[in-house]
């Protein structure tokens, strides 16, 4: 009998233009966690997608349990113990958590005439106690921050009770002590017999919690080897295929004058933004901490006009503004790169061609409202190449494109509009070590060229590491702003404890 509890073999994935995967072998051993790495673009959610029965494979096989499979559909693996918590969150937003978790096997009543609800909120309550997150099974799936909408992914990926659980990027929404929490979780499972594949870009996680790494680059197998025999720059090497010297690039940004300044601003709705104040110079990376729940994505949709705004002031260059809606927001020099992509960032079944160009419209037409193709395609293919998106072709949807290249389609669609302010909302969740160093670079060079940038990121060292200042939200308020260089991870977290 075999050791591995899952095998796959000469794995291969083609779609128009791209060789995804190119004989790919993966291999997991039942209780243990395999970690699979990779750039974005590597292959390793269109691997996990051939097993998961979402892509059908080219070439190789699959076997479970010593027994070879292939399934047609996500159900088919279900039924055979895979499951798969997706980085993208695909819930029922007007649903409750409990109709979400048993979608499509709702327990029944009477004959199977009725669905049993009190059962479900009751096995959803047992499956919560058992993961240790307190919520209301009743509560809607949009009344949650998304590090708990993705607590909830992970618990209906559990649910299922399966031999193999596949987690794709499941801490990148989440706090430390969520992490924490969903490491024990894991050890849980573990100790079931169960076999863990966790995809992740975090470097310091994987070398916590796994027993083996896999590393995957442009389709193919790079190495599988003990996490006990790795260290971060080895991952890092094996990841780019160079070396990294640094996590981040020079800051050699000179801030200047101030051009946005906050005052007293209050958001009308729930989550509020309560009398926030601070200042924004001119070529500055002003960064934006603090826990899940300080209200750092509910400042930047104030200042954009996403929010309804209760008072306050706003003003750049000293021109106070009065923005309620995302065209006066961009026509006053601003852009949004909104934290959920797939909700609120890309039109997935449109091109990249489309989606690069949706925010600058008008520039690619002419007086009468005729598209300008020509320059359609020059602004598209300036974001393709600048941004180094890797994609077949412009009309590719951009559905097709790992998470990091969609990401990377939005920020370049944002700088075609030449805004004045950039507000970034975890622009580099879910993105490699390698795409994060290039948009860290950009970040750096935008600053150079005199844009001012607030950057809203739950990664402590990303913020320390390319931020002039950091501002520190604590439940809605602004509870300090501290200089980058000379202050520590202790104090940031000292000043988001501050209101709660």
């Not at 580099?428 to 390698?434: A, C, E, H, K, Q």
């Not at 795409?435 to 844009?451: C, G, H, Q, S, V």
Request: charged share 25%; glycine share 6%.
């Amino acid at each position: 009998m075999s050791e591995y509890l899952l095998e796959m073999t000469g794995i291969c994935k083609q779609f128009p233009g791209v060789q995804a995967l190119d004989k790919v072998d993966f291999r997991v051993k039942p209780g243990t966690v395999h970690a699979l790495m990779g750039e974005n673009g590597a292959g390793k959610s269109t691997l996990m997608k051939c097993l998961f029965g979402e892509y059908k494979k080219d070439e190789g096989q699959i076997v479970l349990n010593g027994e070879a499979v292939s399934f047609d559909s996500p159900a088919q693996a279900l039924n055979k113990g895979i499951a798969m918590a997706h980085q993208e969150l695909d819930q029922v937003l007007q649903r409750s958590i409990m109709e979400n978790i048993w979608l499509g096997r709702f327990p029944k009543k009477l004959f199977g005439l009725m669905v049993d609800k009190r059962k479900m909120r009751l096995d959803t309550d047992a499956i919560m106690e058992e993961l240790e997150v307190e919520v209301n099974a009743r509560a809607k799936i949009n009344s949650l921050s998304v590090s708990m909408r993705q607590m909830v992914a992970i618990a209906k990926s559990v649910s299922y009770d399966s031999k193999v659980l596949v987690l794709d990027e499941p801490t990148s929404s989440l706090t430390d002590n969520e992490v924490e929490l969903l490491f024990k979780i894991i050890n849980k499972l573990r100790k079931k017999g169960c076999g863990i594949v966790y995809i992740s870009h975090k470097i310091e996680e994987i070398l916590q919690i796994s027993d083996e790494v896999t590393v995957m680059r442009d389709g193919r197998l790079v190495s599988c080897e003990l996490a006990k025999d790795l260290t971060m720059d080895k991952i890092i090497s094996l990841m780019v295929g160079r070396d990294l010297e640094h996590r981040f690039p020079p800051k050699d940004n000179v801030p200047e004058e101030v051009i946005l300044k906050v005052e007293n601003l209050n958001s009308f709705y729930e989550p509020k933004v309560i009398d926030a104040c601070f200042e924004l110079r001119k070529g500055e990376v002003l960064g934006v901490a603090g826990l899940v729940g300080s209200r750092r994505t509910e400042l930047l949709e104030t200042i954009y006009g996403l929010r309804k705004k209760e008072s306050g002031v706003v003003t750049l260059h000293n021109k106070v503004l009065n923005i309620d809606n995302t065209r006066a927001a961009i026509k006053n020099g601003l852009a949004l790169v909104t934290e959920e992509r797939r909700l609120t960032g890309i039109f997935a079944m449109l091109s990249v061609r489309f989606n690069s160009m949706i925010a600058n419209l008008k520039a690619g037409t002419y007086k009468l409202g005729i598209l300008d193709h020509q320059k359609i395609d020059k602004d598209c293919q300036w974001v393709i190449d600048t941004m180094a998106v890797k994609t077949p072709t412009q009309k590719t949807l951009i559905r097709a494109l790992s998470g990091g290249n969609q990401q990377k389609v939005i920020i370049g669609r944002w700088l075609l509009t030449q805004p004045e302010v950039l507000l970034l909302d975890e622009p580099t969740r879910g993105i490699d070590v390698g795409a994060k160093f290039e948009i860290y670079k950009l970040i750096i060079d935008l600053a150079k060229r005199k844009k001012a940038i607030i950057m809203v990121s739950s990664e402590m060292p990303e913020l320390l590491g390319i931020s002039d200042r950091i501002l520190v939200m604590s439940n809605g308020r602004v509870a300090g702003i501290v200089d980058a260089k000379a202050t520590s991870q202790e104090e940031i977290l000292r000043l988001a404890a501050k209101y709660l």
